[in-house]
């Protein structure tokens, strides 16, 4: 029978299928395997069952988990050159359902130019028109009322395109806030309206996305709610062990028999194939722990060498970003409110009421944009983009290429603007709690600028034999030179934004503003701003990309592992450049195109060897 944390459950000797990782891709495999009733599939996740528990299911609290390792892996980046020597938190979800259930919502879509480079790398099979399908599958959208469309400038959604019969809910809730209003329409006036709905994979302009909110419960739609639902969890064909966790993958030669497992002791379960699904952070520590990577990685931590391939754990990318806040007017209503435990407690009560107020979630403000500057700053960005290739190595220069492609396609965005109604304190890191605590008195709004296709590529390796042990994480932000040049173009056009109408009008002109050296007169000032201020969207991908292996790739276009016969990545890991922006839609995606891909071998009985 399936079972989650009952210590009695009877795991089999043999699984057809065994997933390591109970997070969000992992259980979008699961539950389409266990479609197939003939098939045995275990999913052993590290974290507990919190599927009831109020800080994942109230959408209000989903940053209350942060900082919190009963939820949350707690990730540090080692002190970063290019930031001053700061570190920078990596907050990834330690539970099942992975990173989904406690991320901030947000559902936007990549842009069609930035897939179709994926298969420029080496995967023929992958690019918009192959993915663009199961964008659709994973959700339902609910349309917004005639009230909210017209508040918030939806007129550009096309409900023909997105999910009607997906097991994510995507929604928009009520829409009554000035702020609301005014972020499209103050885009609207900057030349930037919203010329099409993001899923098409062609949209430029500031639009108010939908969330993943459930607009019936108003509660969070996730991997494990809607993957691991009621109906899925009763099928007697999957099972699902959570509070385990994996410590290697059991490799004889170049086939997985198996996994090796803590819980209550070590334990080996036997797999005919298997699945990671751990994470960008933690699917390339597997492998390492388990023989494949570097040879000199793996050698000084005493691990016997299964697999040389030193792209393990590279390509790291993450979107680097920073934010500005500024003091809104008098009487305008923020979440830095919410420091006062009185209106805590009237918001919680409104929730639990009607399912109303801020607890309850409703929609990202973002906007979608190409670099804004003068022709002449135009002018330097494009010979600075011609000119910073030199050095570039020869697995590098074909990603490069691609980027610099994206960046000058007027279809596609270099930025990703959201603004979030409370402050940011960056300087008060690098823990989550530090940077997103309201600890500067004053109402603020902070406008985000996230950098939609960096350079600057990092790593994670593992420092220690030890399983249990977190990796070194190294994202380099910032290291390549044009990843400041175009984010500081970009954080001096949020002044801009900032003195534009209607959104102008809710900011005091002669307020405080986070940081208070707060300096966009000049591009140098900006990029000392970015340096000072820049942290993470919590966006990590590629440490497992899926490209040629001469371009540095770890897994091939069927997601198994070079080297291997029977070893897949179905996360975040494999995506070889990253979207454009928040990456929960193309986790979702790709997962369901991996069951697909699995399923297609498995039927056909051909499986691709990984260094095919």
Not at 321 to 337: A, H, K, Q, W
Request: proline share 5%; net charge negative; charged share 20%.
């Amino acid at each position: 029978m399936s079972s989650i944390t009952d210590t009695s459950l009877q795991l089999l000797e043999t699984y057809d299928f065994v997933i390591v990782g109970g997070g969000t891709a992992g259980l979008v495999v699961a539950s389409r395997l266990s479609e197939d009733a003939s098939l045995r599939i275990l999913v052993i996740e590290a974290g507990a069952n919190r599927m009831n528990d109020p800080k994942i299911v109230v959408p209000g609290l989903a940053s209350t988990m942060y900082d919190d390792p009963n939820y949350d892996w707690c990730f540090m980046s080692v002190p970063q050159k290019h930031l001053n020597g700061r570190s920078v938190a990596q907050p990834r979800g330690r539970l099942l359902g992975g990173s989904s259930a406690m991320n901030l919502h947000k559902m936007v879509y990549p842009s069609k130019s930035g897939i179709d480079a994926w298969g420029e790398l080496g995967n023929s099979d992958w690019n918009w028109d192959k993915l663009a399908p199961y964008y659709r599958k994973f959700h339902t959208f609910t349309s917004p009322s005639k009230e909210a469309e017209e508040f918030l400038s939806l007129r550009w959604i096309d409900k023909m395109m997105h999910g009607t019969s997906g097991p994510i809910k995507t929604s928009y809730g009520k829409a009554n806030g000035p702020l609301e209003k005014a972020w499209p329409e103050t885009f609207k006036n900057l030349g930037f309206q919203m010329n099409g709905d993001p899923i098409s994979g062609k949209a430029i302009g500031g639009y108010a996305a939908m969330t993943s909110v459930d607009p019936v419960t108003r509660t969070r739609s996730y991997a494990g709610s809607g993957y691991y639902s009621p109906n899925v969890a009763q099928r007697t064909n999957l099972d699902v062990l959570t509070e385990a966790m994996v410590t290697r993958i059991i490799l004889n030669e170049d086939v997985a028999s198996g996994v090796e497992f803590v819980k209550n002791g070590t334990h080996i379960i036997n797999a005919k194939e298997v699945i990671l699904a751990a994470g960008a952070l933690q699917s390339p520590q597997l492998l390492e722990l388990s023989g494949i990577g570097s040879s000199e990685i793996l050698e000084a931590h005493g691990i016997n060498v299964l697999v040389d391939n030193p792209n393990v754990g590279e390509n790291l990318q993450d979107h680097a970003t920073v934010g500005l806040s500024f003091e809104v007017i008098d009487g305008l209503p923020t979440g830095d409110m919410s420091r006062d435990p009185e209106v805590r407690k009237a918001a919680m009560s409104l929730y639990q009421k009607d399912k109303s107020g801020p607890m309850g979630g409703g929609f990202s403000l973002s906007a979608y944009l190409p670099v804004v500057d003068s022709d002449e700053g135009l002018r330097n960005l494009q010979q600075l983009l011609r000119e910073n290739n030199g050095s570039e190595s020869i697995e590098k220069k074909r990603q490069y290429d691609l980027i610099r492609a994206l960046l000058q396609d007027p279809t596609d965005a270099s930025i990703h603007y959201f603004l979030a109604p409370l402050q940011l304190n960056v300087a008060k890191g690098p823990s989550m709690q530090g940077v997103l605590g309201i600890s500067t008195p004053g109402n603020y709004v902070t406008i985000y600028s996230s950098l939609s296709h960096p350079f600057s590529r990092g790593s994670v390796h593992i420092n220690s034999s030890n399983a249990a042990k977190k990796p070194t994480l190294d994202p380099r932000y910032l290291s390549h030179p044009l990843d400041l040049e175009v984010l500081a173009r970009h954080v001096r056009f949020v002044g801009t934004i900032a003195e534009t109408e209607p959104l102008a009008s809710y900011i005091k002109k002669d307020g405080r503003r986070i940081p208070e050296s707060l300096n966009l007169s000049d591009l140098e000032s900006a990029k000392k701003l970015v340096t000072e201020s820049c942290f993470s969207s919590y966006h990590p991908c590629g440490t497992c990309s899926m490209m040629s292996k001469d371009l540095g790739g770890v897994v091939n276009e069927r997601l198994i592992v070079y080297g291997t016969k029977n070893l897949r990545i179905v996360d975040a890991s494999v995506f070889p450049l990253e979207p454009r922006a928040n990456i929960q839609s193309t986790v979702y995606a790709v997962a369901e195109r991996a069951a697909d891909i699995i399923k297609e071998d498995l039927y056909s009985k051909t499986h691709f060897k990984g260094d095919a």
